[in-house]
């Protein structure tokens, strides 16, 4: 589902949602007895830069409807920014909705974020908090707390969302359909790093290739983020399994660190699988 908002800045309104794994400080908050429509989770520093990157998502826990048109996001530090959501706009019941405005709008350090119905009441606020990571991780709210990680995704899925930005010849942060904004790492390659040899080039196929495109997540089950909180996972674009190509294409080399659920070593032309190896595939 897509919101438009009413100000002159467009913003996206996507559903999120699913069993999340979060660790570090948890924070008590309550809920205002106005409204049964929460504040669910936010990141104030994504990966990145924050302009166009950052997000706040709602819920509605509740069994029955609510119209959220006109109700606004209000952050208080920093530049106070107060955003609205477009009148006729329905939350439904158990749905998720992640607002991402075009611009920086949350402070990175002991920020709040306040949602107001239409009459300009408080529905409900977060704490404050600081997130001074410039990486995946952020708050999401846990039944009365609120926790700092990453989520778990469940696994056997494969997820749908479009390449907003191309960091590099194996990175790219993903506009989710569900999750906002992540930061994907394609699995089980490795492209030249900035001022190598190669890197304009690995950069700009990946452009051509995905920018902006309808793509698919194979997560991998084995390992689904790396140091960084970044996402591990296949890229499909069109059917057409980016990081295999990439290999083949000569603009990233094979980098197959176990445990994997994908073993890389099979994109390349001249890999032949151990006998052990060849063995457990017939056998599956």
């Not at 995946?136 to 056997?156: A, C, D, H, P």
């Amino acid at each position: 589902m897509i919101i438009v908002r009413m100000t002159k800045n467009q913003g996206l309104l996507l559903g999120i949602g699913l069993t999340l794994l979060f660790t570090a400080v948890a924070l008590a908050t309550t809920l205002s007895a106005s409204s049964d429509v929460i504040l669910y989770a936010f990141d104030q520093n994504p990966a990145g830069t924050d302009e166009g990157n950052e997000w706040v998502a709602i819920h509605n826990p509740t069994n029955k409807s609510v119209n959220i048109g006109n109700w606004t996001f209000e952050s208080i530090h920093g530049t106070t920014a107060i955003e609205w959501i477009a009148e006729g706009t329905t939350l439904y019941p158990g749905a998720y909705c992640t607002y991402t405005p075009f611009y920086g709008w949350h402070n990175n350090s002991e920020e709040t974020i306040i949602l107001r119905n239409a009459k300009g009441e408080e529905v409900d606020r977060t704490p404050v908090v600081s997130d001074s990571e410039n990486d995946n991780r952020y708050w999401i709210r846990n039944n009365s707390k609120w926790t700092f990680g990453v989520k778990e995704l469940e696994k056997g899925e494969l997820w749908s969302g479009y390449a907003k930005t191309v960091v590099d010849g194996d990175t790219v942060d993903v506009s989710f359909n569900i999750y906002g904004i992540q930061r994907v790492r394609l699995v089980g390659i490795n492209t030249p790093e900035i001022g190598e040899d190669g890197y304009e080039e690995a950069k700009a196929f990946v452009n051509r290739t995905c920018w902006g495109e309808a793509i698919k997540l194979d997560v991998d089950d084995m390992e689904q983020y790396d140091p960084y909180y970044r996402i591990l996972a296949v890229v499909y674009v069109n059917e057409t399994n980016l990081n295999e190509k990439m290999v083949k294409e000569s603009y990233a080399e094979v980098m197959y660190i176990p445990p994997s659920e994908f073993d890389s070593r099979e994109w390349e032309a001249d890999y032949t699988p151990s006998p052990a190896i060849a063995s457990r595939a017939t056998n599956i």
